[in-house]
Each structure stands twice: as C-alpha cells, then as structure tokens.
Nanobody, 127 residues
Framework: QVQLVESGGGLVQAGGSLRLSCSAS????????VAWFRQDPGKEREFVGS????????DYADSVLGRFTISRDNAKNTVYLQMNILKPEDTAVYFC????????????????????WGQGTQVTVSS
C-alpha cells in the first residue's frame, strides 16, 4: 500500500504562486506514475499533470501548460506541483494520486488509472 499526503494549499491572489507537496510513504517502489488532479464541487475530477516515476517525464493538461510544473525529490519521496500565474478558475481541491498498476487499458490521464489517493488540499485563487 502507498500513502499520500498533500500540503501547501491556501488562499492566493490571481497572478500569484503556490507550491503543493505530495509526500509518499509505504510501498513506493511499486509506483509507476504520480499525478495531480483537481476538483471543484459539482464537477468531475480533472487531470492536471503527471510525472513518470522511472523516466521523470512530465505532461500537463492544456489549461495549465506553461504555468504549472511538476517535479520530484527522490530522497524525500515527494512530488511537487509548482503553480504560477494562478487564475480564479484554478480554484479547486487538489489531489495527489499514484498508480502501481502494471497494466491498464486506457490513458494515464484517467483517474481510473490511479489506485492510491491523498486526502486533497484546497487552493483558492481570489480575483
């Protein structure tokens, strides 16, 4: 089992920055990919970006491309989401997710690919 704990959320003005952290513990050697999702009340949980645990390659949703950056500190077993030029529409609960699935018939951008989830952290961007 893998445990994930997010931190770093808060209130920020539009145009500002925040950095979220996702600390992983447990059987982290089984993880293939870690992603960030976000969810507004009443909306679907949407993919924000991800990092492949072996190759350290990243990809992002179009809505955050060029503004958000995912990185990883192997020694701390922590994945970061650096969010710059924040907009009010970035307001959501942000979730960290990890996948230890060796096979999945679908895209890694689907929340179904991920079998470990954190509790979420609120990000609020004021206009």
């Amino acid at each position: 089992q893998v445990q994930l704990v997010e931190s770093g959320g808060g209130l920020v003005q539009a145009g500002g920055s925040l950095r979220l952290s996702c600390s992983a513990s447990g059987h982290t050697s089984s993880v293939y990919r870690v992603a960030w999702f976000r969810q507004d009340p009443g909306k679907e949980r949407e993919f924000v970006g991800s990092i492949h645990y072996t190759w350290n390659t990243t990809d992002y949703a179009d809505s955050v491309l060029g503004r958000f950056t995912i990185s990883r500190d192997n020694a701390k077993n922590t994945v970061y989401l650096q969010m710059n030029i924040l907009k009010p529409e970035d307001t959501a609960v942000y979730f960290c997710a990890a996948s230890s699935k060796s096979f999945f018939d679908g895209t890694h951008r689907s929340r179904l690919y991920y079998n470990h989830w954190g509790q979420g952290t609120q990000v609020t961007v004021s206009s």
